[in-house]
């Protein structure tokens, strides 16, 4: 990833003059603060520059590489999550992939009637049981789930580098989210987090 013409610019007279105010970056280079502000608050974020209230900012010395790692860091997993898409552990294999395509997602959650985490199926998990000479109105979703406690989660409170680092350590497409909802248990399905969500965040960096 490449810093703008502007940014580079930032970060140079930091290096030499910093600390420096935002208002003295700006008239050095001719330009309004406020024209600024978005490349110095992606700079900070992004850990090249550290600003120290009534100071100002100064370089910290580290590059931009890992730009993507602190804003996933910074992003916690309920503000990007979506809606889980759950069935009961009754419910049979057929009516299962019914509700996957008509809610087009790739994994459903199964919970209890307490909204309790009981498991994980997935598209290959569908195909496997479709090869055997099955009656999927019959058999129910329960007897080919992943379950758990062998279901990897993440809390809503987690940042969504936790929730990357999970799902490429476990080669998987897909988190359940768990969290108190209205103070009830914590073991509680809030939320789901795939792939999907965490390239959203990285293609909305803007730089
Ligand atoms: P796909 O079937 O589309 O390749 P995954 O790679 O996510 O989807 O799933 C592969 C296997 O991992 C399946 O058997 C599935 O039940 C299991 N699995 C999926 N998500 C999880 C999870 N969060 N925790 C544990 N196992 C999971």
Known sequence: MQLSKRQEDIVNIAKENGPITGE???STLNLARATLRPDLSFLTMAGVLEARPKVGYYYTGKGISNVIGEVLKQKKVNEI??????????TSVYDAIVTLFLEDVGTLFVVDNQNILKGV????????????DNDLNKLPIGIIMTRSPNVI?????????LAAKKIQEFQIDCLPVLGKDNDKIDDELVGRISKTHLIKIIAEIDI
């Open 81 to 90: 999550q979506g809606l889980p898409v759950a069935v009961n552990e009754e």
């Open 121 to 132: 199926v997935s598209r290959k998990d569908f195909l496997k049981i479709t090869l055997g």
């Open 153 to 161: 989660t993440v809390k809503d409170s987690d940042s969504a580098l």
């Open 24 to 26: 003295e970056i700006a």
